[in-house]
């Protein structure tokens, strides 16, 4: 197997990095107090099943400590749902393109693949997936699209399947709506979020599952023995604690986003409608691959998938608007495209 291939994380800092939808703001200075004090402690393990946060996770959603387990990252409850819910062989679900790891991680425990293409405008047909699914994994918003679904549609999906249906919800923070709702009425809903992207803490790791208290107790069976550090508990209750910080960024965020899909349409590009902190541009009017290669020589990283669907397109994350000026400057440069941006220059 070819094994998940992450986003480029150089080494230096001069680059723009525009390619893993990180938050180009940092996180709450409270964050940083409490990691800091955190590491008197260190000599000790954490607590194995970060109770402290559970319960501050399960207070802001209005649920309880049993409906919550918390991982490194979401990508560590998104593994620990494949290890409890897939057996070799067993078909596990996806509309495509959409995040590529589901696909590495049912590789890995010898499930069946299925991945069903979103149609042009990346709307989704739910009856096209199968009743026999044993998992369903859902990007809402979707990565790399950055389109959304409606709950209604995903609570079908829930209904008609045998397995579990996972919302991973990585990027709802910069989305109008959230499938929250679906925890209500469906026991086999799985919602996943995370503290990488609108509370800036992708290096610290931290991520929750909300469901149902029988599944949530099936996977807390699969999971590594102390599966979140100290800091990243101590961090994450600070973060979770200060949720008018990411509130604010979130917005700054979804501002920039209007000014960067202005700039690239004023390129000639088509911007998929994005309710993430990315967007997905068509590039028509010169090859993707050369520009995301020519972007790099300059310093700014973007995301290009060279697999079907997305050979003419590059996702590019929502930095700061000095960072998207520069970016839509250089595009325009590359393209040999005579704009108003350009000409600022
Ligand atoms: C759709 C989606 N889910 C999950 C993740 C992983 O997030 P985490 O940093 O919490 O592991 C990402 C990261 O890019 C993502 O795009």
């Given at each position: 197997m070819q094994g998940y291939v992450p986003g480029e994380q150089p080494a230096g800092t001069d680059y723009i990095k525009?390619?893993?939808?990180?938050?180009?703001y940092p996180p709450s200075p409270k964050v940083r107090e409490a990691v800091i004090e955190e590491i008197e402690r260190i000599r000790l393990y954490p607590d194995p099943m970060a109770n402290r946060l559970r319960d501050r996770v399960a207070e802001i959603h209005g649920l309880?400590?049993?409906n919550v387990l918390v991982g490194n990252g979401s990508d560590d409850l998104l593994t620990m749902v494949m290890r409890t819910f897939a057996d070799q062989g067993d078909p596990v679900v996806s509309?495509?393109?959409?995040?590529t790891l589901y696909h590495t991680l049912c590789e890995i425990q010898g499930a069946n693949y299925l991945g069903i293409p979103y149609r042009d405008d990346y709307s989704?047909?739910?009856?096209?997936?199968?009743?026999?699914?044993k998992i369903v994994f859902v990007?809402?918003?979707?990565?790399?699209?950055?389109t959304l679904l409606d709950e209604d549609l995903l609570s079908r999906v829930a209904t008609r399947i045998a397995g579990v249906l996972v919302v991973?919800?990585?990027?709802?923070?910069?989305?109008?709506?959230?499938?929250?709702?679906?925890l209500k009425s469906k026991k086999n809903a799985i919602i996943l979020r995370t503290l990488s992207k609108s509370f800036s803490l992708a290096g610290l790791r931290v991520g929750y599952a909300l469901a149902d208290a029988g599944v949530i107790e099936q996977l807390a069976k699969v999971?590594?023995?102390?599966?979140?550090s100290r800091c990243a508990i101590a961090g994450g209750m600070a973060a979770l604690g200060d949720i008018d910080w990411m509130r604010e960024n979130a917005r700054t965020i979804i501002a920039s986003r209007r000014r960067l899909t202005w700039g690239l349409e004023e390129l000639g590009c088509f911007v998929f409608p994005s309710e993430s902190n990315f967007v997905l541009a068509r590039i028509t009017n010169y090859p993707a691959e050369q520009i995301y290669r020519q972007l790099k020589r300059r310093n700014i990283l973007v995301r290009y998938y060279d697999i079907p669907r997305l050979r003419d397109c590059l996702r590019i994350s929502v930095g700061t608007d000095a960072e998207i000026k520069r970016l839509v400057i250089e595009m325009a440069e590359i393209i040999g495209w005579r704009t108003k941006v350009g000409s600022q220059k």
């Open positions: 525009l390619n893993t939808n990180e938050n180009p309880a400590r049993e509309p495509t393109p959409t995040y989704f047909n739910g009856e096209l997936v199968p009743a026999k699914a990007a809402n918003p979707n990565s790399p699209s950055g991973d919800e990585a990027y709802v923070d910069f989305s109008r709506k959230n499938c929250l709702g679906l999971k590594d023995s102390y599966n979140v």
